[in-house]
T-cell receptor, first 113, second 112 residues
Framework: EPEVTQTPSHQVTQMGQEVILRCVPI?????FYWYRQILGQKVEFLVS????????KSEIFDDQFSVERPDGSNFTLKIRSTKLEDSAMYFC???????????FGSGTRLTVV | QKEVEQNSGPLSVPEGAIASLNCTYS??????FFWYRQYSGKSPELIMS????GDKEDGRFTAQLNKASQYVSLLIRDSQPSDSATYLC????????????FGRGTSLIVHP
């Protein structure tokens, strides 16, 4: 079964450092997303990406965040200057259409120290 | 504020029983409804999507949607211990966005 692949599975970084989280969506999906889940809390939307541009973003997705699709397969989330409160599980997801259910990747656990 | 509400549980049912999970949402214009299962420490996994009123069945799972009453439910028949997980309801709250809002999830425990 096709899957969404995320790397790394766990990243520890110093506060103020830049991190890049990587994702390979399902190849025939057109819509890509980043979500995060702080431990014990809800899954929260960050950003959606379609046709090589951001289609929607939440209030969480401020100037410290950026996304990129550098080639035909990878989809990345960059956090420029990490804060302690950025510690969370970050999930990449993809879907074949805008109203379809998502396939989530296994997540990257980001720990900011 | 537009919300998706779920009872956090835990909901405890014996093996073989029917587990009933409920979700209410605040936006009458919502069009797309999803149930995801999330095991502890893992990512959400799509179980069901439902778009129109009524029931939708897939194996042991049945999603029920009532737009007039603004609720969506998930029934799990013949519950197994492997069904023990948190079940997340996600609803596309209208206003031109397809992005679903997730509820906090209901923890289900199926005991042998």
């Amino acid at each position: 079964e096709p899957e969404v692949t995320q790397t790394p599975s766990h990243q520890v970084t110093q506060m103020g450092q830049e991190v890049i989280l990587r994702c390979v969506p399902i190849s025939n999906h057109l819509y890509f997303y980043w979500y995060r889940q702080i431990l014990g809390q809800k899954v929260e939307f960050l950003v959606s990406f379609y046709n090589n541009e951001i289609s929607e973003k939440s209030e969480i997705f401020d100037d410290q965040f950026s996304v990129e699709r550098p080639d035909g397969s990878n989809f990345t989330l960059k956090i420029r200057s990490t804060k302690l409160e950025d510690s969370a599980m970050y999930f990449c997801a993809s879907s074949p259409g805008p109203a379809a259910g998502y396939t989530f990747g296994s997540g990257t656990r980001l720990t900011v120290v | 504020q537009k919300e998706v509400e779920q009872n956090s549980g835990p909901l405890s049912v014996p093996e073989g029983a029917i587990a009933s999970l409920n979700c209410t949402y605040s936006d009458r214009g919502s069009q797309s409804f999803f149930w995801y299962r999330q095991y502890s420490g893992k990512s959400p996994e799509l179980i069901m999507s439902i778009y129109s009123n009524g029931d939708k069945e897939d194996g042991r799972f049945t999603a029920q949607l009532n737009k007039a009453s603004q609720y969506v439910s998930l029934l799990i028949r013949d519950s197994q211990p492997s069904d023990s997980a948190t079940y997340l309801c996600a609803v596309n709250l209208s206003g031109g966005s397809y992005i679903p809002t997730f509820g906090r999830g209901t923890s289900l425990i199926v005991h042998p």
